[in-house]
T-cell receptor
Framework: DSGVTQTPKHLITATGQRVTLRCSPR?????VYWYQQSLDQGLQFLIQYYNGEERAKGNILERFSAQQFPDLHSELNLSSLELGDSALYFC?????????????FGEGSRLTVL | AQSVTQPDIHITVSEGASLELRCNYSYGATPYLFWYVQSPGQGLQLLLK??????LVQGIKGFEAEFKRSQSSFNLRKPSVHWSDAAEYFC??????????????FGRGTQLTVWP
């Protein structure tokens, strides 16, 4: 158990719909990262938040948005869903102390768009 | 541009045989290097990491990796593979950004099959 919690674990929805994925980082971790994993694209970085502020943005579509709340949990909002958005969405949080650091991953939210 | 290449998409080994998974990276700054493992339906678990110091790093489950700056490589090794090692392995590179770890760039992964 990494300590990162993602909900829901599975989600099936239709094209054009909107969904929200939720992530609770490990206790004390200030950074949250979102990744999308698909067979054709592999692990793609979407966005990073640090202590409530956006820190880095990757290949995140304009239809997608995210935020990190004061209690440090994060949500990834996916709208106007398309078939190609079907993927496994991972959240990770990081510990940062001294010169070390690593990402701890949740078990992912599997999104199926029909 | 930052990138990670894992040349082997799929590797098959017999149980008890040695294993080496290759990883080459391209990164503009001093890299932090990682190997993660993903079992079916699971998240990514960290096997080992390299930040600085000894270029041979030990990880969990008997894995080790060697950082070779001249070759921009960070290959993962295990002297004797167990059936439970069958999984997908990802190499990743990143760096610190201020007080936190920046984004990690991942390779496409190597799927390991272990024959009994």
């Amino acid at each position: 158990d990494s300590g990162v919690t993602q909900t829901p674990k599975h989600l099936i929805t239709a094209t054009g719909q909107r969904v929200t994925l939720r992530c609770s980082p490990r206790s004390g971790d200030l950074s949250v990262y979102w990744y999308q994993q698909s067979l054709d694209q592999g692990l793609q970085f979407l966005i990073q938040y640090y202590n409530g502020e956006e820190r880095a943005k990757g290949n995140i579509l304009e239809r997608f948005s995210a935020q990190q709340f004061p209690d440090l949990h994060s949500e990834l909002n996916l709208s106007s869903l398309e078939l190609g958005d079907s993927a496994l969405y991972f959240c990770a949080s990081s510990v940062s102390s001294g010169s070390s650091g690593e990402l701890f991953f949740g078990e992912g939210s599997r999104l199926t768009v029909l | 541009a930052q990138s990670v290449t894992q040349p082997d998409i799929h590797i098959t080994v017999s149980e008890g045989a040695s294993l080496e998974l290759r990883c080459n990276y391209s990164y503009g700054a001093t890299p932090y290097l990682f190997w993660y493992v993903q079992s079916p339906g699971q998240g990514l678990q960290l096997l080992l990491k390299y930040f600085s110091g000894d270029t041979l790093v030990q990880g969990i489950k008997g894995f080790e990796a060697e950082f070779k700056r001249s070759q921009s490589s960070f290959n993962l090794r295990k002297p004797s593979v167990h059936w439970s090692d069958a999984a997908e392995y990802f190499c990743a590179v990143g760096a610190r950004r201020g007080s936190t770890l920046g984004r990690l760039y991942f390779g496409r992964g190597t799927q390991l099959t272990v024959w009994p």
